[in-house]
T-cell receptor, first 112, second 113 residues
């Protein structure tokens, strides 16, 4: 079956630090990969996605590359801000299917 | 951007009560979902629907039920709430174009005493 494994949090960083949140997956076929973000008190919103191997998704300074050889989709940002503090979810779905499989989420805390 | 609404935002009720969590979207999406989010943040799909009169159970067994009589409305009902139902419930929707992007509501935080 499909599964997503994320690094456990919380990840605590100072403002302007480099961020990496690791995500690896197990899936049959060729899944699409996503990062969703949940700000405090809100629902999730799509941050970025990649639909095939070697694709790079990017948005708001965040980026992640679909690595089929290592079954990974690590999230990175060069310089985090306090406003990036949130919970980040890695997710996958098989092409043509709508139900997402989510990782357990990683909380990011950025201090000034 | 998201036009998907959940009410109530917070609900505190006693054991044994019947409750309905409301979810509506104005985007004309065919597909709608209910996720349960536990205190550790993990998300579990409990129900989904691909259109009117279509409902399916998700990955996590739930004592709740859903209905989809109108495209825009996907309510979730608990006939007899228990403390084990205390959780955050998130509703989501997506279109049928295959881009697989989910739009989420802000959630209902349910506490059963």
């Amino acid at each position: 079956g499909n599964s997503v494994t994320q690094m456990e949090g919380p990840v605590t960083l100072s403002e302007e630090a480099f961020l990496t949140i690791n995500c690896t997956y197990t899936a049959t076929g060729y899944p699409s990969l996503f990062w969703y973000v949940q700000y405090p008190g809100e629902g999730l919103q799509l941050l970025l996605k990649a639909t095939k191997a070697d694709d790079k998704g990017s948005n708001k300074g965040f980026e992640a590359t679909y690595r089929k050889e290592t079954t990974s989709f690590h999230l990175e940002k060069g310089s985090v801000q306090v406003s990036d503090s949130a919970v980040y979810f890695c997710a996958l779905t098989r092409t043509g299917y709508s139900t997402l499989t989510f990782g357990k989420g990683t909380m990011l805390l950025v201090s000034p | 951007e998201a036009d998907i609404y959940q009410t109530p935002r917070y609900l505190v009720i006693g054991t044994g009560k019947k409750i309905t969590l409301e979810c509506s979207q104005t985007m004309g999406h065919d597909k709608m979902y209910w996720y349960q989010q536990d205190p550790g943040m993990e998300l579990h799909l409990i129900h989904y629907s691909y259109g009117v009169n279509s409902t399916e159970k998700g990955d996590l067994s739930s004592e709740s039920t859903v209905s989809r009589i109108r495209t825009e409305h996907f309510p979730l009902t608990l006939e007899s709430a228990r403390p084990s139902h205390t959780s955050q419930y998130l509703c989501a929707s997506s279109n049928s174009r295959g881009d697989e992007k989910l739009f989420f509501g802000s959630g209902t935080q349910l506490s059963v005493l």
